[in-house]
């Protein structure tokens, strides 16, 4: 199956979106040919695996839209411009018939795209933009498959983020009507099934297909459930007028959303999102999750995913500097800093193994002590579980009120915070070859727990920082202290 899907090229575009950059890894893993087209292909080629093919251009260009489809039996067509510009309509419709004209030319067998559901007659300006697309990549003759899918869950995901922000931050929340209206939210899963199972579809049709789970609810369910599963009490106190400019500038102060992109996202749900037409699910041999099942995975592989990488490298290529508090990303805060260490990496670890126990914090221990007895007095562990070994650790170890959740000696140490808190805490240490000598980093990460964990967070974030930087600098005098001591012995 991989060697007769590698014979098979595609291209995606929209790759460096939310969809696009989940689907072309997919794609290259199930063994197809993958080109992206990206405006700024350095800033993706570094997120794509070996082997998927990235090239510049925009689809406003004639010429770069038939020179990525050259070759390609297959296109993905995942733009849009929603929050880009007042025009958003004008230019989706201008770059769907550039795309649709060189994909006839070029002769691409077929185009896959996702749009928006939404019933006719009551569309926001942003959907009807979504379902015009669809009918010009249709009207070049090429056979195009439509999907249109209402919410779609997952982490990262606009409307998720969205929800997310809402039922974190705010736990009483003023919900306007739109709050009640129906959608038929999609996991990110099932919405990567779809597209990629168009690929196989037999014939040269077009063909448009409503897509979604198998519940049909309305924002406030969402907002509800993902309360509940991140265990949440939240007050919804309904009021019969609040505009989508006002609706949006709301969710501005409170969520990620953009204003702009805020009030197409409220437009687009003041009518119900539902499948009306089930022909998808006849067609195509999938079963998608319903709500609280889609909702449950987007967390879990949340987790997995920051289990997986080091949160440093997430910090880096969020783009985002440091401002007070630390970075947020996706539910979690990240407050990360570094320092030169002139000995090699093996050394710098050592002190970062031994920290914690009858050797202490390196900083502020009297702080330390307060914290750990404070800890107690609200029947937490506090700091008199110690360490079982004052030299090395091992995953599982308890170190005080931490346990080890990953140790690769030399270079990393990640504990996880077992004390009671709102939310959950991990401090990682992560060490690298530098010119010169090696970099420390120290990256603490939080998952506040509603409204409580984020004012527990940034009240104590002044102190964090003293200790934190003290701790780093003091990390630094005893790896060089290590390595003079050794070099003392050595030379004796």
Known sequence: MSNQNSARRVLVTGASGYVGGRLAPRLAAAGFGVRCLARRPEELAHRMPGGVEVVGGDLRD???????????ESAFYLVHSMGRSEHFASEEAAMATTFAEAARDSGVRRIIYLGGLG??????????????????????????????????????????????????????????????????PIGIEDLLQYLIAALALEGSTSGVFEIGGKDQVSYRDLLLEYARQRGLHRVMIPVPVLT????????????PVYARVGRQLVDSIQHDTVVTDERALAVFPLRPAGMSAAIARALANEDREFAETRWSDAFSSSGL?????????????????????PVPPAVAFRPIERIGGANGWYFADSVWTLRGWLDLLAGGVGMRRGRRD???????????????EAVDRGVRLRLR??????????????????????????????????????????ALYPI????FRGMLREIQLRAIALASSTNSTTSV
């Open 244 to 255: 989508p400019r006002l609706s949006s500038l709301w969710l501005a102060l409170v969520t």
């Open 464 to 467: 964090h920082v003293i200790i």
């Open 321 to 341: 500097s440091m401002h007070y508090g630390g970075v947020s990303l996706h539910r979690r805060i990240i407050d990360s800093r570094a320092i030169n260490v």
């Open 417 to 458: 915070a077992e004390m009671k808190l709102p939310g959950r805490a991990w401090l990682q240490f992560d060490v690298e070859r530098a010119e010169g000598g090696s970099v420390v980093r120290q990256t603490a990460l939080f998952d506040p727990r509603g409204l409580l964990g984020l004012l527990y967070w940034y």
């Open 119 to 184: 019933a006719d007659g009551r569309l926001s300006p942003h959907l009807a933009s979504r379902q015009r697309v669809g009918e010009l990549l249709r009207a070049s003759g090429v056979p195009t498959i439509e999907f249109r899918a209402s919410i779609v869950i997952g982490s990262g995901s606009l409307s998720f983020e969205m929800i997310r922000s809402l039922v974190e931050r705010l736990p009483v929340m003023v919900t306007p009507r739109w709050v009640s209206k129906k959608a038929q």
């Open 390 to 404: 004052p030299e090395q650790l091992v995953p599982g170890d308890a170190v005080d009120w931490w346990r080890v």
């Open 62 to 72: 004639p010429a770069a839209a038939r020179s990525a489809l050259e070759g390609v």
